[in-house]
């Protein structure tokens, strides 16, 4: 299921590019922010398709592509500041047993992984649907095909830059 | 991978083996930039959580710059460079 890196770019590339040509950015008179979101667009379903549909986040990226904005993780992440202020406070008194410490640091352990692991799956499209195992591996590779996303998109950009220098 | 997956219960218990995670927490430890530069092995779970969901908005973000970068930048690509007719006949 993973792919090496350049095998992962080729594919990435290829239906990017199929993807922009198809927006026709020549023949429109678009604004920069329709533009900006019409490439947004074909690389995420360029990126999700290059994944040939093995992975759970890229047929969810496919058949919901906006990505919607988070709106538990403000609320999510207060809580884990919370949660680490107290295990502070806590751990700052004497009057607990080395025991009860031990207990009390570990149920906060607990409570800041699932605090997190939710956060995790707000992040991964799809990932409201998957157990823990399942969140992981589909976030190693979610990671991996963002990177390439991010590396192609980086050389096109330098590359246009180059190309819209006045020639020497 | 072993078949001790379960299917998760509406409570969120679920037998999976301490193992299996503790394999793929070690794997995306490898893959966060942060954690893997400091060598050590006493990263916590919540911990690599935290960091991978902060790289996660990062990255979410550089594609979203990018995006912008790209859109102003193939708005002018009407130069006469050589490298102008390549990325033209590539994508418009």
């Not at chain 1, 640091?105 to 956060?119: F, G, H, Y």
Request: proline share 3%; with cysteine.
């Amino acid at each position: 299921m993973h792919l090496p890196h350049s095998t992962l770019k080729q594919e990435f590339v290829k239906k990017w590019i199929m993807g922009l040509q198809r927006c026709k950015f020549s023949n429109n008179n678009m604004s920069i922010f329709e533009r900006k979101k019409a490439i947004k667009l074909s690389a995420d379903t360029a990126m999700a398709s290059a994944r040939k549909g093995l992975t759970c986040w890229s047929r969810a990226l496919i058949s919901n592509p906006d990505r919607p904005v988070p709106t538990t993780t403000r609320r999510a992440s207060l809580a884990c500041k919370k949660i680490v202020k107290r295990s502070r406070r806590i751990r700052r008194t004497a009057k607990c047993g080395a025991a009860r410490k031990r207990q009390i640091t570990r149920s906060i352990a607990q409570c800041l992984v699932r605090k997190r692991t939710q956060i995790l799956k707000s992040l991964i499209p799809g990932g409201e649907f998957m157990n823990e195992v399942c969140l992981i591996e589909e976030t190693l590779d979610y990671i991996t095909s963002l990177r390439v996303q991010v590396d192609v998109m980086r050389s096109l950009a330098s590359a246009s830059v180059r190309a819209s220098e006045p020639h020497n | 991978m072993s078949s001790r997956r379960s299917r998760q219960s509406t409570a969120g218990v679920s037998r999976i083996s301490d193992d299996q995670i503790i394999e793929l927490v070690s794997k995306l430890q490898q893959l966060l930039p942060e954690i893997r530069d400091r060598r050590s092995d006493k990263v916590s779970a919540s911990k690599v959580l935290q960091e991978t969901c902060n790289y996660i908005r990062s990255l979410h973000k550089e594609v979203d710059d990018l995006s912008e970068r790209l859109s102003q930048l193939l708005a002018t690509i009407d130069a006469d460079s050589a490298e102008a007719a390549i990325i033209r006949s590539l994508i418009m």
